[in-house]
């Protein structure tokens, strides 16, 4: 059964007691948290990390997750939306995550992400 919800909620299909997520692909760009690349859905595949490229999470709501698939060769930074955190890093720093691997993230809060498995940063 297609995902007929808006774009990024997931939902319960009865039918098959299967859990679908919106899917897009994004390519990373910009160097900062000002000019990278929004993220598109509740699971975005990312191209185009070389180490300085990166992209955006979404305005954090409670309970909202997010998660991001760095399908390039290269470290790949995602920056929280201004004034939020993700983790223990300052403000508006980036979270970077190694190539090729996923993440899942989870907002607390408005301005609080945490990344899942939990990793020191």
């Known amino acids: 059964m297609p995902n007929t919800q808006a774009v990024g909620v997931a939902y319960a299909d009865p039918q098959f007691s299967s859990l679908f997520l919106g899917v897009s692909t994004v390519a990373a760009t910009g160097s900062a948290q000002t000019d990278a690349a929004a993220l598109g859905s509740a699971f975005t595949l990312v191209t185009g990390a070389d180490g300085t490229k990166g992209v955006i999470l979404p305005v954090a709501e409670p309970g909202q997750v997010v998660i991001v698939k760095n399908g390039a060769g290269s470290i790949l930074k995602i920056y929280p939306a201004s004034g939020a955190i993700v983790n223990a890093l300052s ?16 907002a607390y809060s408005a301005t609080q992400w945490y990344s899942l498995p939990l990793l020191a940063s």
């Open 91 to 106: 403000a508006n720093a980036s979270y970077n995550i190694a190539a090729n691997t996923a993440t899942m993230l989870v």
